[in-house]
């Protein structure tokens, strides 16, 4: 077979192993059941809740590590990317996880390797895996992507259905860098495309048949002549234009309604619009589709005309919440931008208003900012939104080295500008001195792919941001660049340009951990939002800078991943980049049980029922996301705890 390697592993124990369980799957019809965790935000309505309850606020002081995996299967040799942002999901008595290029079936009690598949050239997502029950004429199926390649795997045996595509395989054409979204018999995939340069592939929401791989519906990220949003593009720049992509891990779909929503980053490139006038949609935009269509029902534009990359990543969360004495179905939407807009799901209109504010315009020659952005009524904004230099970090705050060395960041990057929410990168015409933006939330916070969990009981959404900023500039550039005016800092271009001690190792490796904000903390939050007021319910710091005395050491840290949320009144989180992963009570924000990893766990956690009745909670450290120092070592690994 061209790309698989089934690993027998004591080939009679497996075959009786597989063969229990395909008689338990043909007993439950291949769904999953109530202690799983079939997919990877748990449920289509994103909500991340988990209805277990053996371990609660009362005893989840004593979760010990119950087994671990290390991710690689020979240890050493890696760099600073993450090997690994996996959600583990278990259905039916097996666990699957991707692991660089192969797909791990393991027994969920003991992590004990049933089977894998193993992709012989290239390498499977770091970020989940999909599962769909079957029909009564196909056998239950796991689906996987490697860039362009859709991938399909039996469930039970991890052999390849040769009816899916071409041998098991199709081409996306377009890559998308996460497992689909299984919606009846449809695998809902997005894309992920460039960020510079406006012209190249584009980012459009794609349907494909879960039986036979083919496509089913596209629906257009950027409109074309005759659809909605095309008149939001001046002239022809709607022509080719990239970026506008669902480059998120998962979607959301109502599946009572058959809706699906799709969330969409800005338009290419992400920091100067002067070739795309106008409003871009469905740029920075959640969409309501027909799922079964691909259908056009609503949509929502949270960024007029992006210039600061506020993509929408993370998927929306569905919940019912009264208001006013009347049921609601709601919807929450979070993102980069640092807002969250509670929208009625069905119609898309705002629970608790919007308001279309006055926002500086940018002076970059050809640019055309959007005099107005909408923020919303309620809730207020998760963290930092401005910046004047009262907010620098003294050594009272941190240490006077770091307060020290962001004063000399302060001093390069020339005066500092800022007039809060949705401020625009200053112009930096040919030979003139450095002047620079201050931006907050920065290009990677408030809320990132992590996104949300939700407690459907308490109407609680719970969310962690990062109070991480931006500086620099726009310049042009010279002739025969991707972009004609593009974003610097005194740190480099692009990518570097956060307010940060930029630090790295001695060989010049990126020290994101070791690198400190240069603003006041807190730097990282965890929030809970009461839906059914729109008011923040309590709000803590999230993480820890160890190398601070006592006393300044509850800074919040920077964090990537996301939460989950239990029936036993827990929020469970890793995240920041601190190597800590922590439970909170759900109720109001108090930590009530941390450990200490070898990685920080940027990534999503999970928690499911063991064939032996234990209540398992489960996460994957592997640092990475260039807000972690790098671990020579590489024992990137699952960890999973579990009361005594």
Known sequence: MRIRNIVIVAAVAVAFWISLIIGAQQLNNTQPRAGDWPMYNHDLASTRYSPLTQITAKNVANLKLAWSLPLRPNPGGGGGAPFSQATPIVINGLMYLPAGNRLLALDPDTGKEIWHYELMNGTLTKRNVAYWPGDRNTPARLYVTAGR?????????????????????????????????????????????????????????????????????????????GEVGNETWKGDSWKDRTGVNNWGFNMTVDAERGILYTIFGSPASDYYGGDREGNNLFGNSVVALEADTGKLKWYFQVVHHDQWDFDLSPPPVLLDVTVKGKKVPALTQTGKVGYMYILNRVTGEPIFGIEEK??????????????????????????????????????????????KACRELVAKSGPLYNEGPFTPWVYRAPGAPPQSSVIFPGAIGGNNWGGSSADPKLG???????????????????????????????????????????????????????????????????????????EIAWQVRLGVTDELPEGKKNTGRVNMGGSIATAGGLVFIGASNDKRFRAFDSKNGKELWVTKLDYSALSVPMSYQGKNGKQYVAVTASGGGGITDPNPANTEALYVFSLP
């Open 149 to 225: 390649r859709l991938i399909a795997v039996n469930a039970i045996t991890g052999e390849t259905p040769l009816t899916f595509g071409k041998e098991g395989e199709v081409d996306l054409v377009v890559p998308y860098n996460s497992a689909p979204t299984v919606y009846k018999n449809l695998l809902f995939v997005g894309a992920n495309v460039p960020e510079q340069q406006g012209g190249g592939q584009p980012g459009n929401t794609r349907a494909y048949d879960a039986r036979t791989g083919a496509k089913v519906w596209e629906f257009h990220s950027v409109p074309q002549p």
């Open 358 to 403: 006055p926002v500086p315009i940018s002076k970059v020659p050809g640019e055309h900012s959007s005099p107005t952005q909408p923020i919303p009524v309620k809730p207020p904004p998760f963290g930092r939104m401005s910046f004047t230099m009262d907010d620098l970090v003294t050594a009272a705050d941190t240490t006077e080295d770091h307060a």
């Open 460 to 534: 609680y959404v719970f969310v962690n941001t990062s109070d991480y900023g931006s500086i620099g500039w726009i310049e042009k550039r010279p002739e025969g660049s991707r972009v004609p005016y593009d974003q610097v800092s005194v740190y480099g271009n692009p990518v570097a340009s956060k307010f940060w001690e930029r630090k790295v190792s001695a060989n010049g490796v990126l020290l994101g951990e070791s690198s400190w904000p240069c603003q006041k903390p807190p730097w990282g939050r965890l929030t809970a939002v009461n839906v059914a007021t729109g």
